[in-house]
């Protein structure tokens, strides 16, 4: 059997444009990576551990081939010598390890190393761990389950297509490879909604099916790239505006969309004053409740006086196509929407899906941490830097 991953674009775009950002500003940055599975799996992932090892030494011996060069150099935000040093790079092997817990159940991945070399494992790991634990169960079975749902998707779309138009239009995009079935499964949704519901389906965030498929590349930031600026050097207080900024220096007005939960909804408004509300095209969902999250992001727009209108709404937290028509009701007349949907797409099959997360927890040997608006989502194991933080944000525990 091939290995599940076979080609380095075969991820989500903002660990590109991440990964050029910290190469360009702060290589010097040392880090590690942690596995977490959040919910309790059908079998012990442990069993995994001999599958995944051969699997990351698979993934190690890859190397950027020059048309997967040359389609990232055609992205305009790309830069020439980041395109150069990805002609260079390989994962290196002894950056990640693989191993059973302690309790012989469950998994423990840690990647550990230079940020610019070890960053991009995250959603390679998920991604395979995805694909072999789903390997056990009946997989025609499920791809039969799949593809009906898949259908009864693309049917309530079209039922929605005849709903009253708002003032802007309904637009989603795929955000599911780090928790799909598997690679073969996310290429057929993709195939399949880019025929049947173009004037919805707008993008993907895998960079190799948004290349071999004629999509646009969808993505911006995750919580790593800011959270490592809470170790470099930079007064804590500040760290947001300090990992904004290196953002519009370093992509001067592309790719516009910031995230806005490391610290809470309200820190990040706290710091996104009149300068970056207008650099910014938008903002992204991730945590807490999408509705009060999205007041408050036009409420702090019309505080500014900058007409929402003229900025965007992306939500990306737990989607569904219903969660998103009611979502797209309530906002598309005052701002325009975008709707990130991953397992809901990539991975609804019948069965029950991993909730597994591979997240920055150190950084320059640094604890790290996220106080997202959903407190299932926080992750540090460091709790006296977890009170520090959450006193210097004023986020109460």
Same mark, same amino acid.
């Given at each position: 059997?091939?290995?599940?991953?076979?080609?380095?674009?075969?991820?989500?775009?903002?660990?590109?444009?991440?990964?050029?950002?910290?190469?360009?500003?702060?290589? +010097?940055? +040392?880090?590690?990576?942690?596995?977490?599975?959040?919910?309790?799996?059908?079998?012990?992932?442990?069993?995994?551990?001999?599958?995944?090892?051969?699997?990351?030494?698979?993934?190690?011996?890859?190397?950027?081939?020059?048309?997967?060069?040359?389609?990232?150099? &055609? %992205?305009?935000?790309?830069? &020439?010598?980041?395109?150069?040093?990805?002609?260079?790079?390989?994962? +290196?092997?002894?950056?990640?390890?693989?191993?059973?817990?302690?309790?012989?159940?469950?998994?423990?991945?840690?990647?550990?190393?230079? +940020?610019?070399?070890?960053?991009?494992?995250?959603?390679?790991?998920?991604?395979?761990?995805?694909?072999?634990?789903?390997?056990?169960?009946?997989?025609?079975?499920?791809?039969?389950?799949?593809?009906?749902?898949?259908?009864?998707?693309?049917?309530?779309?079209?039922?929605?297509?005849?709903?009253?138009?708002?003032?802007?239009?309904?637009?989603?995009?795929?955000?599911?490879?780090?928790?799909?079935? &598997?690679?073969?499964?996310?290429?057929?949704?993709?195939?399949?909604?880019?025929?049947?519901?173009?004037?919805?389906?707008?993008?993907?965030?895998?960079? %190799?099916?948004?290349?071999?498929?004629?999509?646009?590349?969808?993505?911006?930031?995750?919580?790593?790239? %800011?959270?490592?600026?809470?170790?470099?050097?930079?007064?804590?207080?500040?760290?947001?505006?300090?990992?904004?900024?290196?953002?519009?220096?370093?992509?001067?007005?592309?790719?516009?969309?910031?995230?806005?939960?490391?610290?809470?909804?309200?820190?990040?408004?706290?710091?996104?004053?009149?300068?970056?509300?207008?650099?910014?095209?938008?903002?992204?969902?991730?945590?807490?409740?999408?509705?009060?999250?999205?007041?408050?992001?036009?409420?702090?727009?019309?505080?500014?006086?900058?007409?929402?209108?003229?900025?965007?709404?992306?939500?990306?937290? =737990?989607?569904?196509?219903?969660? &998103?028509?009611?979502?797209?009701?309530?906002?598309?007349?005052?701002?325009?929407?975008?709707? =990130?949907? =991953?397992?809901?797409?990539?991975?609804?099959?019948?069965?029950?899906?991993?909730?597994?997360?591979?997240? %920055?927890?150190?950084?320059?040997?640094?604890?790290?941490?996220?106080?997202?608006?959903?407190?299932?989502?926080?992750?540090?194991?460091?709790?006296?830097?977890?009170?520090?933080?959450?006193?210097?944000?004023?986020?109460?525990?």
């Amino acid at each position: 059997m091939p290995p599940v991953i076979t080609s380095l674009l075969d991820t989500d775009l903002y660990k590109f444009t991440m990964w050029q950002a910290m190469l360009h500003r702060h290589p +010097q940055t +040392q880090a590690e990576y942690t596995f977490l599975c959040r919910n309790v799996p059908a079998y012990p992932l442990a069993e995994l551990v001999p599958e995944l090892n051969r699997e990351l030494d698979a993934l190690c011996a890859l190397n950027f081939r020059p048309d997967e060069l040359a389609y990232l150099r &055609s %992205l305009r935000f790309i830069r &020439s010598d980041f395109v150069d040093f990805l002609r260079i790079f390989h994962f +290196q092997r002894d950056f990640i390890t693989a191993r059973a817990a302690p309790d012989g159940r469950g998994l423990e991945v840690v990647a550990s190393g230079p +940020q610019v070399h070890v960053m991009a494992f995250e959603i390679f790991v998920l991604a395979i761990v995805n694909e072999l634990y789903f390997r056990r169960f009946d997989a025609k079975a499920a791809i039969a389950e799949g593809r009906a749902r898949l259908a009864a998707k693309i049917e309530r779309l079209r039922e929605f297509e005849k709903e009253p138009r708002r003032a802007t239009p309904f637009e989603f995009f795929d955000f599911g490879v780090r928790r799909r079935f &598997s690679g073969e499964w996310h290429r057929e949704v993709l195939v399949t909604l880019k025929r049947e519901v173009p004037q919805f389906f707008k993008g993907a965030s895998d960079v %190799l099916f948004a290349r071999d498929l004629g999509l646009v590349p969808i993505g911006t930031m995750a919580h790593e790239y %800011l959270q490592t600026f809470q170790t470099l050097g930079v007064r804590l207080r500040d760290f947001q505006r300090a990992a904004l900024e290196a953002w519009v220096q370093e992509y001067r007005g592309d790719l516009g969309t910031a995230l806005t939960d490391v610290v809470g909804m309200d820190a990040f408004l706290a710091d996104f004053d009149m300068y970056f509300a207008k650099l910014f095209d938008g903002l992204r969902h991730d945590s807490g409740d999408p509705y009060v999250w999205g007041e408050k992001a036009l409420a702090h727009y019309e505080k500014l006086r900058i007409d929402s209108r003229t900025k965007r709404l992306v939500f990306s937290d =737990g989607l569904d196509f219903e969660k &998103s028509f009611a979502l797209y009701r309530h906002f598309a007349d005052r701002a325009p929407c975008g709707f =990130g949907i =991953g397992t809901n797409l990539t991975n609804d099959m019948g069965l029950r899906t991993l909730h597994i997360v591979m997240k %920055l927890t150190h950084a320059n040997r640094q604890p790290v941490a996220k106080l997202s608006d959903s407190p299932g989502k926080l992750l540090c194991d460091d709790e006296t830097f977890l009170a520090y933080l959450r006193q210097v944000f004023n986020v109460p525990a």
